[in-house]
């Protein structure tokens, strides 16, 4: 056999195990994406039971009859709006008075505070 020979045999023998590993890849990738598909599913149904049970709630049952019920308690949060995001305005906004008649020349301080000097653009700077 000549060495052009030998080199296609070992090819088309190399050729063959490659195809072999390449269908394994192709199904492993097929395996994980149906596993990723019943992980979403889960993360759903996962969801939609916490929305209901905090229906239930809302609704008049207590958790310790719904335990009692059999049903279990769900493992996330029913959706929503997050914590502390109410309506209500914010207590930083509710602090901060308005400013005063007298602007910044007003709010002025220290050895340096005259009423004859014009207030500085950057607060906590004295004008010159």
Not at 3 to 27: D, H, K, S, W
Not at 38 to 44: F, I, R
Not at 92 to 114: F, N, Q, W
């Amino acid at each position: 056999m000549s060495y052009e020979e030998e080199l296609a045999a070992v090819q088309a023998e190399a050729q063959r195990l490659l195809n072999g590993r390449l269908e394994i890849v192709a199904e492993l990738k097929g395996a994980e994406s149906a596993e990723r598909e019943a992980e979403l599913a889960v993360q759903s149904a996962r969801t939609t039971k916490a929305t209901v049970w905090a229906r239930a709630l809302k609704a008049g049952w207590s958790e310790s009859e719904l335990l009692r019920l059999g049903f279990k308690k769900p493992t996330v949060k029913a959706p929503g709006r997050p914590a502390g995001s109410g309506t209500k305005k914010s207590k930083k906004s509710a602090a901060i008075p308005a400013p005063s008649a007298g602007g910044d020349a007003a709010l002025r301080t220290g050895p340096h505070a005259s009423s004859s000097q014009p207030a500085s653009d950057t607060p906590g700077v004295p004008s010159v």
